[in-house]
């Protein structure tokens, strides 16, 4: 039973990367920066206490919470 939930967890979650990928390609540059310019926007108050590894992180995942929220498409993975 273990070995069959993290398996479909796992299938949820390249579900997910795919979808988000496609979405990623068929944004047009411009709307993608102006996401990013958003993100980075939100982590301002916390930029000075992070790490680059860390805002990277977040700025990333800030940015694909947007493009998902932008182009209103579904969490598939588990626990997303």
């Known amino acids: ?3 069959t939930r993290a398996a479909f ?5 390249a579900i ?4 988000m990928a496609a979405a990623r390609a068929a944004t ?3 709307t993608l920066a102006a996401l990013g310019r958003e ?3 939100d982590l301002a108050a916390f930029r000075g206490r992070m790490s680059a590894d860390d805002y ?3 700025m990333e995942a800030v ?3 947007l493009l998902r ?6 969490d598939t993975a588990y626990g997303g």
């Open 1 to 3: 039973r273990g070995e």
């Open 9 to 13: 967890i796992a299938r949820l979650q």
């Open 16 to 19: 997910d990367d795919d979808l």
């Open 28 to 30: 047009p540059p411009d």
């Open 39 to 41: 993100a980075g926007q």
């Open 56 to 58: 990277s992180r977040a």
């Open 63 to 65: 940015t694909k919470k």
């Open 69 to 74: 929220e932008r182009l209103k498409l579904p």
